[in-house]
């Protein structure tokens, strides 16, 4: 045997070796892929199922040959396609992400995934698609939503409770500070509840009772239990007598942190038994005399009550309502379900908002009503409805005419009421921005020198400290970022009630963009993408249009508490630029879109609402205009769209 032949065998070995080894580790991740408690999903670029493991075949009901070249699309509602689509292209980019998805199983139940994307690449880098670890998050899910629940129905029990109830924290040195308060103890003792809330105990309850309740929550943080007494004190109510109770709250190391008080009123029950009972017989002798139908029933709709204009108008006896009349029979089949409806809504503790029906005589003829009504509480609850019916016979007849007058003169005053309308905009204006300039003119010449004496004092104060004194240098610091907010309220008011004017010069589109982005304080948690075209170029007022463009950028980073995505991106259309600013955030209802650019308007716990409004005015001095397009829930978009002007190509066809 030679060398070269005995070489030969033994690569020939080596090779089936290798071969060997690659299959027994291609089975073994096979066999980990398939038997993982996760989805595998794996779609091309078309979005077609390339490979599902069994796992994910599970959670969406389908076999693993059934899901292979399914459209990804094809396993979710309409209402997702284009969140799905848009996802996709952000795999197209090498985005990795993960986030929630609706899914639709084929038994057509749905169900909530958790996925953490990737993109798929080929040897040259080229997108072929995307690879998918699911996990069913359903059942989470659905626990989140009944714990969402449990959370509203205890608001509701907290708000809507006839007792009072009210939550303590517990401070150092026997302090003990109200929280919150449900609205039956402002309505008990008549405090309002900013009286109450964030004062100390002993500035709330009133001697002699201090002493004893202070006395009983101490002695319920220190044998953290509850304590009972009836306490008797005296407040803008008038005398009131209750049985309380304090209940303690501990953290994981048993502490006691906060106190839980109920207060039931008990005040001279017999003497409120025996007003009531003479109050209801006031009020029925007065009902008798009143030109409207008023009406009492129990919590069943039996009434039991109707005035005498209510039996002459429907044609019923006294002796047809003691025979246990039921009120809906009153109306026909359509009225009496939303009547039932309404009684349902009243006797939950809501007052019932006028409404209109149809009511049946007892002779069959019908007549035109509107009913108001309000629980009867009895005991801290709600045992039947009280209310009062209007006859709107007279009134339709009125409203009919009335319609048609008003369809007569329509057309003949509209083009008035155009011009009236576009010269009050004009002179609401030109008043708004003239009390804005006194205004603002007041505050420049009052506060300034104030805010300057503020900056020279911490000055002086940080020469003096020691600059490793942190505690001392944060104060100073937020003094200092204070009065530059301050001065920044006053340059927006003296700059928004001035005229407009625009300093024009050539600029490159991106690089504004780009200053303006790190001028804006942007969290990790949203990702910024700058799709501004590098090569436009405008004759604009930069640092005003800067100015313009970072508040509605601070806009969009304000509508996305937990993070998203801003995008900014250029288009060049006909003779004018847009530039698109775009978040993934709240959005807006209609009601706040009307008001955004109306200063002064905002939705924040800080500023004047001027931002926007002076963005919009530097963008119209610019010949301009900025639109906005909302989805609650989804994110919003601002468009700036700025001419391109003759100066401009004048200048770009010197060069």
């Not at 924290?169 to 929280?179: G, I, K, N, Y």
């Not at 006031?282 to 209510?310: H, Y």
């Not at 019908?366 to 045992?383: E, L, N, R």
């Not at 708004?432 to 010449?445: C, F, Q, V």
Request: glycine share 6%; proline share 4%.
């Amino acid at each position: 045997m030679t060398d070269s032949y005995r070489k030969a065998l033994e690569q020939n070995e080596r090779r089936k070796q290798m071969e060997g080894a690659l299959k027994k580790s291609e089975a073994k991740y096979r066999q980990l892929v398939e038997t993982a408690q996760e989805g595998i999903w794996t779609i091309d670029a078309d979005a077609k199922t390339t490979y599902a493991n069994s796992k994910m075949a599970e959670i969406l009901g389908y076999s693993m040959e059934e899901m292979i070249g399914k459209s990804v699309f094809s396993f979710m509602d309409d209402k997702l396609v284009e969140t799905a689509k848009r996802l996709m292209k952000r795999r197209s980019r090498g985005i990795k992400e993960e986030h929630d998805f609706e899914f639709i199983k084929k038994d057509g139940a749905r169900i909530y995934a958790h996925l953490v994307t990737s993109p798929l690449t080929d040897k040259r880098g080229n997108f072929v698609g995307a690879l998918a670890l699911v996990t069913d998050i359903t059942e989470r899910k659905q626990a989140d939503e009944a714990l969402q629940t449990k959370d509203r129905q205890l608001a509701s029990i907290y708000n809507n409770t006839s007792d009072v109830l009210f939550f303590l924290s517990v401070e150092p040195d026997d302090h003990f500070r109200f929280l919150t308060i449900n609205p039956m103890f402002s309505k008990t003792t008549g405090l309002a509840e900013n009286q109450v809330v964030g004062k100390l105990v002993r500035e709330v309850i009133p001697e002699p009772a201090l002493p004893m309740v202070i006395g009983n929550y101490k002695k319920a943080v220190r044998e953290k239990s509850t304590v009972r007494w009836e306490e008797t004190s005296v407040y803008p109510t008038g005398k009131k007598i209750g049985e309380v109770s304090i209940t303690p709250v501990l953290d994981a190391s048993g502490v006691c942190t906060h106190l839980i008080g109920i207060v039931h009123d008990v005040t001279e029950r017999k003497l409120t038994e025996d007003s009531l009972r003479e109050s209801e017989k006031r009020f029925r002798e007065l009902a008798d005399l009143l030109p409207q139908i008023v009406f009492e029933t129990d919590e069943r709709g039996i009434l039991t009550f109707f005035n005498r204009i209510g039996l002459s108008s429907t044609g019923y006896t006294e002796e047809d309502l003691s025979e246990g009349f039921d009120v809906f029979q009153v109306f026909p089949p359509e009225d009496a379900k939303r009547a039932r409806e309404a009684m349902r809504g009243g006797l939950g503790g809501g007052q019932t908002t006028p409404n209109e029906y149809t009511m049946l005589r007892k002779d069959g003829t019908t007549f035109p009503v509107m009913i108001q009504s309000t629980p009867i509480i009895h005991d801290g609850k709600p045992v039947g409805l009280r209310g009062t019916i209007v006859d709107m016979t007279e009134r339709k007849r009125i409203e009919k005419e009335l319609r048609s007058y008003r369809e007569h003169l329509e057309d003949l005053v509209e083009l008035r009421t155009n011009e009236l309308k576009e010269l009050n905009e004009r002179l609401l204006k030109a008043e708004r921005l003239a009390a804005i300039g006194e205004m603002a003119t007041m505050i420049a010449h009052d506060i300034r020198n104030p805010l300057q004496s503020i900056t020279a004092t911490a000055y002086n104060l940080q020469m003096r400290f020691d600059p490793s004194d942190t505690q001392t240098s944060r104060m100073l610091a937020i003094i200092k970022d204070s009065v530059n907010y301050s001065n920044k309220i006053i340059a927006d008011l003296l700059g928004f009630s001035k005229e407009m004017k625009v300093d024009l010069s050539k600029a490159a589109l991106h690089s504004i963009i780009t200053d303006t982005l790190e001028q804006v304080t942007i969290p990790p948690s949203i990702q910024t993408v700058n799709l501004a075209e590098s090569e436009l170029v405008l004759m604009i007022d930069r640092e005003k249009m800067q100015r313009a463009l970072s508040n509605i950028i601070e806009n969009a980073v304000e509508a996305m508490p937990n993070g998203g995505e801003l995008t900014i991106s250029s288009r060049k259309a006909n003779d004018s630029i847009d530039i698109v600013i775009t978040d993934t955030g709240t959005g807006m209802t209609d009601e706040i879109m009307r008001k955004l650019f109306t200063p002064p308007f905002t939705t924040k716990a800080k500023g004047i609402g001027l931002g926007l409004a002076i963005s919009k005015r530097i963008v119209e001095a610019h010949g301009g205009s900025i639109t906005m397009e909302t989805a609650l829930g989804k994110g919003s978009s601002f468009t700036v769209r700025l001419p391109i002007r003759q100066a401009l190509r004048e200048a770009s066809s010197d060069d």
